[in-house]
């Protein structure tokens, strides 16, 4: 299965991609997603590592390091690449039909916490200043999201919300097969009358 890191590295060419796009005018427009030019496939890639402006790179890219970095431990590296490209190119698919444009790796890293929140449910993080298990804070996101939908902003809540589905997806589909190649943890449990008897015998 292995682990490579990958997660690290895409968060390295979005940190690379971003100083191209301040270095070079209209470097950007080559590789955004826009509704105008949706025969052009390879933007629903491309746009993945393009983000709007420093803030929007870090946030991503903290979730991506961080996040990413449990889910390829998890999973593996080649399952981590294809939930982290599924996730996000089929998030712009669905929000190429509500956006006129759209990039960032948002939609791929809300895929990779769909499948931790499935994998690990119970994971303690911090969002918002607190404290709370990995499925408090999906659902929260997904709130947020959802009433962002009603809210005029320039935040793509679909996209956000699409790539979660399919992290849930592949979070269901894999649950089975990460709970059979985890090594079961060793519980000693030792009784009150055992312990007793082990005094007996030697300690007096």
């Not at 006129?100 to 931790?116: D, E, M, Q, R, V």
């Not at 990460?178 to 009150?192: G, N, Q, W």
Request: charged residues 15%; hydrophobic residues 60%.
């Amino acid at each position: 299965m292995g682990y490579r890191f990958y997660a690290l590295k895409l968060t390295g060419i979005c940190v690379v991609v971003f100083i191209l796009q301040l270095a070079i005018r209209g470097f950007s427009d080559l590789f955004v997603l826009s509704n105008l030019y949706v025969v052009e496939v390879w933007r629903f890639v491309s746009a993945i590592f393009l983000h709007a402006n420093f803030g929007h790179l870090l946030y991503n890219m903290f979730a991506l390091a961080l996040f990413g970095s449990i889910l390829e431990k998890i999973i593996g590296s080649k399952k981590f690449l294809l939930v982290f490209f599924a996730s996000g190119v089929l998030a712009n698919v669905v929000a190429v039909n509500f956006y006129t444009s759209s990039l960032g790796a948002s939609g791929a890293i809300f895929g990779i916490f769909g499948a931790l929140i499935i994998l690990r449910p119970l994971m303690i993080v911090w969002v918002y200043g607190l404290p709370m298990p990995m499925i408090i804070a999906g659902i929260l996101w997904a709130v947020f999201d959802i009433i962002g939908l009603f809210v005029p902003s320039n935040i793509g809540h679909i996209a956000h919300l699409s790539g979660m589905v399919v992290g849930l997806a592949f979070g269901i589909f894999w649950r089975g097969w990460v709970k059979k190649r985890e090594k079961p943890r060793i519980i000693i449990e030792l009784d009150e009358e055992s312990m007793r008897k082990w005094e007996d015998n030697y300690l007096r």
